[in-house]
T-cell receptor, first 109, second 112 residues
Framework: AQRVTQPEKLLSVFKGAPVELKCNYS??????LFWYVQYSRQRLQLLLR??SRESIKGFTADLNKGETSFHLKKPFAQEEDSAMYYC???????????FGGGTRVLVKP | NAGVTQTPKFQVLKTGQSMTLQCAQD?????MSWYRQDPGMGLRLIHY???????DQGEVPNGYNVSRSTTEDFPLRLLSAAPSQTSVYFC???????????FGEGSWLTVV
């Protein structure tokens, strides 16, 4: 069975500092990896998916199949980046998402 | 095009009461699902449906029922609420370009 691990429950950084959220997964096949963001009491919004290789709101993430990781990075954090971030995995051609436990990011002024 | 609509947004129940969380989507998606969100545990799949008339259990189905009589609606029923069901519930609909997942706004449920 697939599993997603986000080792940090809370990341606190100062505005302008780099931020990296770790995500590791275990799955024997070819997964689709996602990052979702949830601002206070709002719905989950898709931030990134690995197949699109986009940069959204300054965030990037690279799938490293050798290390089974999909870490999320931003070089200069902004206060509006304060939110809950979830890494999620979906089997290729599947529909079910498996989520990590989430990382709360707090960007201090 | 409203996307995924969930009601109610907030609800307080007494132990043993029953209730239904409503979920509707207007994107004609076949696949819909319900998740619960708990601190430190991320979102866990409760039930899902691959089309009208077809439902199946997810990771944490106990205490919940679902039905899918139409493509648009996928209600989640709590048969006899327990404090352990205090959580935030998200409905999701999947489809379209890239098989994108769309989430509802969430339903905050407290069982006392």
């Amino acid at each position: 069975a697939q599993r997603v691990t986000q080792p940090e429950k809370l990341l606190s950084v100062f505005k302008g500092a780099p931020v990296e959220l770790k995500c590791n997964y275990s799955y024997s096949g070819s997964p689709e990896l996602f990052w979702y963001v949830q601002y206070s009491r709002q719905r989950l919004q898709l931030l990134l998916r690995h197949i699109s290789r986009e940069s959204i709101k300054g965030f990037t993430a690279d799938l490293n199949k050798g290390e089974t990781s999909f870490h999320l990075k931003k070089p200069f954090a902004q206060e509006e980046d304060s939110a809950m971030y979830y890494c999620a995995l979906r089997k290729a051609a599947g529909n079910k998402l498996t989520f990590g436990g989430g990382t709360r990011v707090l960007v201090k002024p | 095009n409203a996307g995924v609509t969930q009601t109610p947004k907030f609800q307080v129940l007494k132990t043993g009461q029953s209730m239904t969380l409503q979920c509707a989507q207007d994107m004609n998606h076949e696949y819909m699902s319900w998740y619960r969100q708990d601190p430190g545990m991320g979102l866990r799949l409760i039930h899902y449906s691959v089309g009208a008339g077809i439902t199946d259990q997810g990771e944490v189905p106990n205490g919940y029922n679902v039905s899918r009589s139409t493509t648009e609606d996928f209600p989640l029923r709590l048969l006899s609420a327990a404090p352990s069901q205090t959580s935030v519930y998200f409905c999701a609909s999947t489809g379209g370009s890239g098989n994108t997942i769309y989430f509802g706004e969430g339903s905050w449920l407290t069982v006392v």
